[in-house]
């Protein structure tokens, strides 16, 4: 009786295990994003730590190429450490972080339309040096739920010019 239920039980997991997973078979290819983002920071506050200046700011951003629409950060947090030494081409690195919120209807993606929530992280190594960074999607409603992505974005950043920004995104299975 015990071979007999030794001998059930794996034949089940054989055979469990040589069914393909459901998600694995129904999950789309992803697709390569890319453009650009203009934005407009202010600055809401800031202090001193030990040397190093910490600001807090909101963000306007209007994004372009496959990623397009409107979005709203807050909060937007940057760190310039060192930040007492002058010139201040001698501050040693900064990082940033921020949450992007595209309101519902603010976002199109790969032809759909909704809202979006992303976070962005990056650095920098100070005042003329570029940013690099990368965004991860966290959620999407409307049009745009059951999205998933992330990729990187590089560039200048405040005040100057554009952010490229560049990824991987794919929806879940309708």
Known sequence: ??????????LCLVALLSVPLIPTVLAKKPTYVSGYLE?????VDYRWADGNLHLD?????????DLVGHSHDE???VVIHDANAL???DWDFRWYTSISTFEEGECTVAGRTGGLVMRLVGKSGGPGTEWSG???????????????G???????????????????IHFEPD
Do not use: N
């Open 75 to 77: 909060p937007c947090r």
């Open 87 to 89: 010139p201040a081409t």
């Open 57 to 65: 700011t909101t963000e306007e951003g209007d994004w372009y190429g």
């Open 150 to 168: 992330q990729g990187t974005w590089w560039g200048l950043g405040f005040p100057i010019g554009d952010i490229p920004y560049e990824g991987w």
């Open 134 to 148: 990368k965004w991860v999607i966290l959620k999407g409603t409307g049009g745009l739920e059951g999205i998933h």
């Open 39 to 43: 934005y407009v920071p202010t600055i």
């Open 1 to 10: 009786m015990r071979k007999m239920l030794s001998a059930t039980l794996l």
